[in-house]
């Protein structure tokens, strides 16, 4: 199972980016997919996920800025990024599910990306 992140990089506040998460060797059409960040000194976050039904939630610090979506025939998982605050400088985390719902504690989460970088000034 590999999944890989792109489109981290350095933005002004206020302004938007879109993560994406491209999945192999998992049927993440399957299970719930979600999004963590953690920022240096700090705990791992929930930033949000979408479940199998692409039902959506999200952690408080993000809801109404942020929107998760999935192609289930790409296999990727997106993470849209608005109104962007230098508190979200993190590095995001793409992660598969063991199950169909989502879960917003990173133990319902098996396999996990390499991170990508996000740098808001």
């Known amino acids: 199972v590999q999944l890989v992140e792109s489109g981290g990089g350095s933005v002004q506040a206020g302004g938007s980016l879109r993560l994406s998460c491209a999945a192999s060797?998992?049927?993440?059409?399957?299970?719930?997919m979600g999004w963590f960040r953690q920022a240096p000194g700090k705990e791992r976050e929930w930033v949000g996920g979408i479940d199998t039904s692409e039902r959506t939630m999200y952690g408080d610090s993000v809801r109404g800025r942020f929107t998760i979506s999935r192609d289930n025939v790409k296999n990727t998982l997106y993470l849209q990024m608005y109104s962007l605050k230098p508190e979200d400088t993190a590095m995001y985390y793409c992660?598969?599910?063991?199950?169909?719902?989502?879960?917003?504690?990173?133990?319902?989460?098996?396999?996990w990306g390499q991170g990508t970088q996000v740098t808001v000034s």
């Open positions: 060797g998992y049927g993440a059409s399957r299970y719930c």
């Open positions: 992660a598969a599910g063991r199950f169909e719902l989502c879960y917003d504690d990173s133990s319902s989460f098996m396999f």
